[in-house]
């Protein structure tokens, strides 16, 4: 009875730690919420009921179950047979069943025996405890279970057990106090804001509830974070729930640190005597002169933890704080650059860098400039010189000294003026050099000085260019070509001053006839004085261009300058002699006529041919003044050329007397004299040498500036200077190495003559290829309005929609010639007819307008429509211009690849011109070509002919060709195909195919010339240059309706870069009137 009480006790307690753990499983996750706590007391009291129902359904079963002493005495029977009957009898007996049959002795004498007899029963074998057994296994893997569960996630079972001792723990309670995170925050404006909330209960209605610029919205929450994007303003903010809210927090929002306002006062240098002054400019730009002492004083928007002022030289100074946003600064102003401020607020964000720039001004250095002589000048007999000469400072002059040397003496110094505080002063001063023993040929050297009262950081001072006085002696060449040109272009300045006044008292006498359409007897006399100066004029342009032709023959004779620039100046001095141009005679004529009978509109037409004319000879001879001033670059180039291969010539001359004097074993130190004076010649030579380099590259003439600077240093690579120094004392020594030391200065001369050669020919090359780009950028600008104003010829409008539009090409081709005549030397390269036709493109302008603005309306279309041919003669002088060859002396490689180049340019135009007409030919209905389409086919076979013919006299001109560019028979032989396909009217895609080949092999041409090494010297004869001009029977019908429709395809229809042969292909057109 025992073992099945236990039993049934474990069996009991197994279930009720199994269903605790399926119990706590299900409410586990239901605790998270407020929500289910309905849902844990259900299932709270069903576990209770489940429990007890247990419990009762194992105590009924126990007691039901419970076995009898019948029963028990039946085991027992059963299990001892021997002994049953005293077993059963005793049972019996206990039950009373036989107690009145029997006596007490007996019955109590059957029950002990029955008593001894149980004592002896092994009862684990009549009643085994197998259930007992397994009842004790469920019960252990009950246990275990339930602590696998604790230990995995005690809190399962804990609260497992909460819910079942006090299910009313759950009962919703809402805390009233909201936590809110970050609460009162300082943010950078366009920041964002996460805000976390706790505790945060889903299942009731939580909002967030935002104030900003006095305006409340409230969000809906949905989970315990909530962002604010962008914030861009301070604002409030506060959680609340159905049982609760937070504080109310603040946003603070600052913007990057900024400078609200900066103020400038300026403590200026004493000497100056300026005011001092104070600027209001946020922009914080200083502009004062150097020494001038700066506070600044800034406003910002934000309270500062530094705050600093960055120069641009790396030097940083702290800020003064002045008050919660205001800081100062101050710092003396020595040079010109730039500085910022570097401010970091207390959300350590920092400003933008923004830089300020501090332009130191100058102090100017004085200026002093001797008026006479102004030149060098030979020393008269009283061996004295008045100098009459100017100063100035900008404030002030402190004192004035002459510097002068005898020779290559030492420099003396005499003070001429002191402690003088006028910004500018005149004086004269009588220089007496009698003093100084001078004999023929000696130079004295002398030059002018100023000091200003500059005191920071020092006094600067000035001087004069240094002139000499010459103790008769033979003038140098160069400057005699100097002083013969300077004299001309003075000449030619003072002219053209004149005649700038002359117009202007000419277009003041033309206003006043234009407005009363009459001249008083006064007005016609200033006129007649006018045509009497322009006559002058006229006539002094021509005695200078005479002049300046003996100049040239002067120069030639000698050899003064380069050929390139020999032709230039002979080309200048052509232009000089068309200054006074037949045009402007015959203008002057007729004004004097127009003067005497003619009718006010015939006086009209006399004043503005002669405006015309008179407008043509000042651009003339301004432009002629410029190109004599442009040129003098490349005469200081040739005379560098000169003055090295002088060096070299004295240097080999140097060298055989040397050789000459060891072969006969005489003494060298006589020698050494002349080797030193090589010596200081080339120092002085590499300081000029250095001062022209610098002159080329402020001219833009880099590639010619570097390969000099490059012949520079390889002179200082090889050592030169001290290889004539240690040839002049091995001379001095008598020391026959003398003669290997002499060898490599003469190699050294001829390598840095070859640089200047190799300099000359850059800046040459480089010019031409300028003027080129200039003559195309300009004719492009032609061409643009050229068409804008063919657009204009068919159209009516009224006067001011004509007057607005024309004014808008006159400007703009205006603003494209004399962008183009910027360069001086460009009449050099051009058509010569360019410029009467750009003058004449303007009269027909001013015309125009002036028919507008008389109400002449009847000829505005013959106005419109000679302003177009005008244009047109303009261009068409640009496209002869392109097609000139550049005269120049580059070796037969150069000629070559030019003439290549030319002809796949002109096969490459020829291409997009065939392509165009057949696709035109496809196009109609008929497929064959029209009679206009023939005649374009015929021309373009023309000028394919002319490709083949130059392609085979440049194969006779430069046998070496052939070697250089591989077997060009196929070349030769689709050029003949093509011609034949041409010539009868054949135009298909094969006919395009070949083209294209033809034009590969000519640019692989071009680049197998290219890809050959040059560097090596070799001499050759250069075949003369011819001009590969379009025959006459083949010239283009520009007009041409048809033409005009193929190069408008082929704008239309190729990419932008193809326009560029389109425009080359024109340089073969002319017009009928031409």
Same mark, same amino acid.
């Given at each position: ?8 006790i ?22 998270n919420?407020?929500?289910h ?68 002795e007996i ?23 197998n ?13 275990v ?37 970050p ?29 900003q ?21 301070s ?5 609340s ?48 002169i ?18 600093? +002022? ?8 702290? $800020? #003064? /704080? %002045?008050? &919660?946003y @205001?800081? =100062? ?24 860098i ?6 130191a ?18 020393l ?21 000294? +002459? ?6 003496g030492?420099? $003396? #110094? /005499? %003070?001429? &003026?002191? @402690?003088? =505080? ?26 002018l ?66 407005k009363?359409e ?8 200033g ?38 620039t020999?032709?230039?100046l ?18 002057m ?10 009718s006010p ?55 055989e007397?040397?050789?000459?004097r060891i ?18 010649k ?70 840095l ?43 009516t ?24 005549f910027?360069?001086p ?14 003058a ?71 291409n ?10 496809l ?48 070349l ?12 009868k ?59 005009r ?11 932008q ?18």
């Amino acid at each position: 009875m025992l073992g099945k009480l236990t039993a049934h006790i474990l069996y009991t307690f197994s279930i009720l730690i199994l269903l605790f753990i399926v119990f706590s499983f299900i409410v586990y996750p239901l605790t998270n919420s407020y929500s289910h706590y309905q849902t844990l007391l259900i299932l709270s009291l069903i576990e209770n009921v489940l429990a007890a129902g247990i419990l009762i359904y194992f105590t009924i079963s126990f007691f039901i179950k419970l076995p009898s002493l019948e029963h028990v005495a039946e085991r027992i029977a059963k299990h001892d047979p021997e002994n049953s009957e005293i077993i059963l009898s005793a049972y019996e007996l206990e039950r009373q069943v036989l107690r009145d049959e029997y006596s007490d002795e007996i019955i109590c004498k059957t029950i002990d025996d029955a008593d001894r007899q149980a004592e002896k029963l092994q009862y684990s074998e009549i009643f085994p405890a197998n259930s007992l057994i397994k009842a004790l296994r469920i019960f252990i893997f009950s246990v275990v279970t339930l602590s696998i569960v604790f230990l995995i996630n005690s809190s399962i079972v804990i609260t497992g057990f909460k819910v079942l001792d006090k299910p009313e723990s759950f009962a919703p309670h809402y805390e009233k106090n909201i936590q809110v995170q970050p609460g009162n925050v300082t943010l950078l404006k366009g920041s964002n804001l996460t805000i976390s909330i706790k505790p945060f209960y889903p299942e009731l209605l939580t909002q967030i509830h935002i104030e900003q610029q006095r305006r409340w919205k409230t969000a809906n929450l949905t989970q315990d974070t909530y962002t604010i994007y962008s914030i861009t303003d301070s604002l409030h903010y506060a959680i609340s729930n159905e049982y609760g809210n937070s504080d109310t927090f603040s946003v603070k929002v600052l913007e990057k640190p900024i400078i609200k306002d900066l103020v400038l006062h300026y403590d200026y240098p004493d000497y100056t005597k300026l005011q001092d002054r104070t600027q209001q400019d946020v922009s914080g730009k200083i502009i004062a002169i150097k020494g001038t002492a700066i506070r600044e004083e800034i406003t910002v928007n934000n309270e500062l933890t530094e705050f600093r +002022i960055v120069f641009s030289d790396g030097s940083s100074k702290e $800020l #003064k /704080k %002045t008050g &919660l946003y @205001t800081y =100062e600064t101050s710092f003396i102003v020595e040079q010109s650059g730039t500085y910022h401020f570097y401010l970091k607020d207390v959300l350590r964000n920092t400003n933008n860098i923004i830089d300020r720039t501090i332009f130191a001004e100058e102090d100017f250095p004085p200026k002093i400039e001797i008026i006479l002589p102004g030149k060098d000048k030979i020393l008269a007999q009283n061996m004295q010189e008045l100098i009459d000469f100017t100063a100035s400072d900008d404030f002030g002059v402190q004192k004035v000294e +002459i510097l002068y040397k005898k020779n290559d003496g030492e420099y $003396l #110094k /005499k %003070t001429i &003026l002191d @402690t003088t =505080e006028l910004t500018t002063l005149s004086g004269q001063w009588t220089f007496d050099v009698s003093d100084h023993e001078l004999l023929p040929g000696d130079v004295i050297f002398y030059y002018l000085q100023v000091h200003d009262n500059c005191t920071f950081p020092e006094s600067q001072s000035a001087k004069t260019k240094i002139y000499l006085l010459k103790f008769p002696s033979i003038e140098e060449l160069y400057e005699e070509i100097q002083r013969e040109q300077q004299g001309n272009m003075d000449e030619m300045s003072q002219s053209l001053e004149e005649s700038k006044e002359n117009k202007e008292k000419f277009d003041e006498l033309r206003r006043k006839f234009l407005k009363n359409e009459e001249l008083d007897w006064q007005e016609k006399e200033g006129l007649k004085q006018i045509i009497e100066k322009q006559k002058e004029l006229a006539q002094k342009a021509e005695e200078t261009a005479e002049e300046y032709r003996e100049f040239i023959d002067q120069i030639e004779k000698n050899k003064a300058v380069a050929e390139e620039t020999l032709e230039k100046l002979k080309q200048i001095q052509e232009l000089m002699q068309e200054i006074a141009t037949p045009e402007l005679e015959e203008a002057m004529k007729k004004l004097q006529e127009a003067m005497q009978n003619l009718s006010p509109e015939q006086m009209k037409r006399a004043l503005d041919q002669f405006k015309f004319s008179q407008e043509e000879f000042n651009k003339k001879l301004e432009q002629t003044l410029k190109m004599l001033k442009s040129i003098q670059l490349e005469q200081e180039l040739q005379k560098a050329l000169q003055q090295a291969e002088e060096l070299e010539k004295l240097q080999n001359g140097l060298n055989e007397q040397t050789k000459q004097r060891i072969d006969k074993q005489k003494e060298l130190s006589d020698l050494s004299e002349s080797q030193k004076e090589i010596g200081e010649k080339y120092d002085k030579f590499s300081k000029d040498l250095a001062e022209l380099a610098k002159k080329l590259a402020d001219n833009d003439e880099k590639n010619a500036a570097n390969e000099l600077e490059k012949g520079m240093q390889q002179a200082k690579m090889s050592k030169l200077s001290k290889q004539l120094q240690q040839a002049t004392q091995q001379l001095e020594n008598n020391n026959q190495n003398a003669q290997n030391s002499q060898q490599n200065i003469s190699l050294s001369f001829s390598d840095l003559k070859n640089s200047i050669k190799m300099c000359q020919s850059m800046m040459q090359s480089s010019l031409q290829s300028e003027y080129q780009k200039l003559v195309k950028k300009t004719l492009n600008a032609l061409l643009y309005f050229s068409e804008k104003q063919e657009k204009f010829l068919d159209e009516t409008y009224s006067a001011y929609d004509i007057l607005d539009r024309e004014i808008v090409i006159y400007e703009g081709i205006k603003n494209a010639v004399n962008t183009f005549f910027s360069e001086p030397l460009i009449l050099l390269m051009i058509d010569p007819r360019f410029p009467h036709h750009a003058a004449m493109t303007m009269n027909r302008f001013e015309q125009m307008f002036d028919n507008l603005s008389q109400n002449r309306n009847h000829n505005i279309h013959r106005d419109k429509m000679e302003i177009y041919n005008a244009m047109n003669l303009m261009i068409i002088d640009l496209l002869l211009s392109a097609n000139r060859q550049p005269q120049s002396s580059g070796g037969s490689m150069q000629q070559l690849l030019q003439q290549l180049q030319q002809m796949s340019q002109g096969q490459q135009t020829l291409n997009m011109l065939t392509q165009a007409l057949l696709e035109q030919m496809l196009g109609q209905q008929q497929g064959r070509l029209t009679a206009e389409q023939r005649q374009m086919l015929d021309r373009i076979a023309g000028n394919q002919q002319q490709i083949k013919e130059n392609f085979e006299r440049m194969l006779r001109d430069f046998p070496e060709a052939e070697k250089l560019m591989g077997n060009l028979e196929g070349l030769r032989q689709e050029l003949k195909e093509v011609l034949e396909r041409m010539n009868k009217g054949i135009i298909d895609e094969k006919l395009i195919k070949q083209q294209h080949n033809i034009l590969s092999r000519l640019l692989d041409a071009q680049r197998s010339i290219h890809e050959r090494d040059f560097s090596k010297q070799r001499k050759s004869e250069i075949p003369e240059m011819e001009n590969w001009e379009l025959p006459d029977s083949l010239k283009l019908d520009s007009n041409s309706t048809k033409v005009r429709d193929i190069l408008k395809y082929i704008n239309e229809h190729y990419p932008q870069e193809y326009h560029r042969l389109i425009k080359e292909y024109l340089e073969s057109i002319q017009n009928e009137d031409q």
